[in-house]
Every structure is written in structure tokens, then in C-alpha cells.
């Protein structure tokens, strides 16, 4: 679900920024490979919109000059063979196709050869999240899960009219600066997914069990959506986040600032543990509000519940269980679900899994 790119999202919907006043526009075009696919994209439009009209206007002309005359069928010349009429109409189509062959396929080359100095990203992909890592700045880790508002702060910011500014502390899924190239390496930890950033042009699958790899340089500064473009299950349409681009001058400050998961003056422990839930993107595949179970079970009481588990024994939830079900999630299997939570181990630390067992205790 893309929802916003032509127009505003309904009033009962999750969607994202609208991108375009005009639904007949181009979207902004915010990499140099976007302008780069967009001159190509005109160039065959246009040539499409000539060969039309070419091709058109010879049938209606063809139609005009051999109709049925008022006195009945007349008589034709016998059809001659004219070996220059058909060399012109097969030569400049054929040289045609071997423009736009050489022109996307030098433009396909350049955007799976990245610079050697280009920023290196990693994005996996997960039932429904997206995790971005920044090998060359450790401990620097970003989530889509962030950029979604809970169904709360929708109501909010549908009542505002905005999206997001000054309502929710909702956190960019993937910051880049201008100037400088981006390698993005993607995999998928379960289904394949499709990383899809609209004003870069730029979609590329993220597969289970390798690698792919893309790269851009980023034009223009500002907040941009991001899809996942490939369906994936029940949640696919809130796999979405969004894209910052700043200066290469405060990248690495927007950079420290956005991955910082840290317990604020004057907050209480379960209050950071709240954050480091959202963070995490816990909410995508755990209830909060009921019992009714999504990808895993409701969280509401699970402080203190007596869980059985797929192996037939029972244990009951507290600080050692919730920590070991954040560290190595496949270790105990509540029963009726699948082995499908990600790891966190080295996303959150001590401090983060203590708070977000404080905040468990609270969702009564």
C-alpha cells in the first residue's frame, strides 16, 4: 500500500506525506540516478508520443487517400517491391533500440557500481520492520518501526493536519548526506522484501540468504518515504518509514542524534522503556491493548503469566524470561507460534532491556 504519493491519506488510514501536487507530475527527482531514469523515462515517452502520432497519422492519411470513391471500387497499380522505403522504416526503428539498449545499460551499470569511497549501509529486512546498520559508525542503528504511528498518534495527526511535526518523536529509518555516495547492502531475514525509496528511484529486493547491493547520491535535502514495495504478509502495508537527507556537514551529528536510545531527566524507567519498546518496533507483532495475539502473543499481562510453551512445560514470565525472549527469542516458543522474532543482541543494551521489563510490568 503507497499510499499519499498522489494525494492525502484517508482519514481512517495510515499513509505517508504526499510527494506530488499533481498526480500527472513526475515525483521530485532527489539522487543523480533519479535524474538520470527520469531523462531516460522522457526520452521514451517522447519518442513513444512521436512514433504515435507517426503511425497514426499515416493510417488516417492511407484511410483519407484510398476510400471508396462515390462511383464504386476503382482499379489499383500492382504493388512494386521498394527496397529503400523498407530499409528506412526497419533502420530507424533498429537504431532506436540500439540507443535506448546502450543508454540503460551503461545508466544499469553505473548504479551496481559503486564508488570505493561510498558510505557503507546495511538493510535488512524482517516481518514487518526494516533494521539499518552503519558498519563504519558502531553501535549506529536505525528502524522503520519508529516512523509508524501507533493507531493514538494517528488520530493526532489527523486532527493536526500534519504529519508528525511536533506531535510524535518518530525517527528516520535511514539517514544519508547530499553529495556523497550510499552503498546499500540488503537480505531479508524471513520473506523477501523490497526496499523502495520513490524520489530516489530506487527499488531493490531484499532477499533471505544473500546479498544485494545498491547505491545513490542523494540531491536534495529533506524527509522522503520509504515502502516496502514487495508483499509480505498480513502487516505489509505499515512496513514504511522514511528517509532523511541533510548536509555531509551534519550527517554524523543528525546521525549520533537519531540512533541515541538513551533514559532522559526527569523520566521514569518504564516511561524509557516505553521508547525502547516502540524502538525496537515491538508493537508491529505484540498486542498491548487485548488479548488478541498478532504474529506473537498479546503482551497485556504478560508480567507474571504462566506461558506454555511449544516443548509442553510452562514458565512464567519475569525478569529472566523477558530478557532471554529479547536476547534469543527462539530459545522458548510459546505454543501456537512460529520461531519468527528477530534477535536484539547488540541493539539493546542492559540498561534498554531493564527499562523495557519495567514497562511490561505497567501493561496490566
Known sequence: MILG???????????TEQMSAD?????PAASTNAQAIDTLYVFITALCGI???GVVGAQVYFMWKYKKPANGHRKTSPITHNGRLEFIWSAIPALFMIVLFAWGEIGFVEQFSPP?????VRVTGQKWDWTVEYPDYPGAVLSSSSA???EEQQKQLQAAGE???DIIDRKPT??????VPVRLTLTSKDVIHSFYIPVFRLKRDAVPGRYTTYWFEATQEGEFPLFCAEYCGDEHSSMIGYVKVVSAEQFEVELKEATKLE?????SLADFGKRVFDRGGCKTCHNIDNDEAKTGPSLKGIWGRSEQLTDGSTITADDNYIRESVLDPNAKIVSGFSPQMPSFAGRFNDEHITALIEYLKTLK
Open 163 to 165: 504529519w508528525g511535526e
Open 5 to 15: 504519493l498522489f494525494g492525502a491519506p484517508k482519514a481512517d488510514m495510515v499513509g
Open 116 to 120: 570505493p569511497d561510498a558510505i557503507n
Open 174 to 179: 535511514l539517514i544519508v548526506p547530499t553529495g
Open 23 to 27: 498526480p500527472w507530475a513526475l515525483l
Open 148 to 150: 509508524v504511528p501507533t
Open 51 to 53: 512514433s504515435m502520432l
Open 263 to 267: 533514559q532522559k531527566d526527569a523520566e
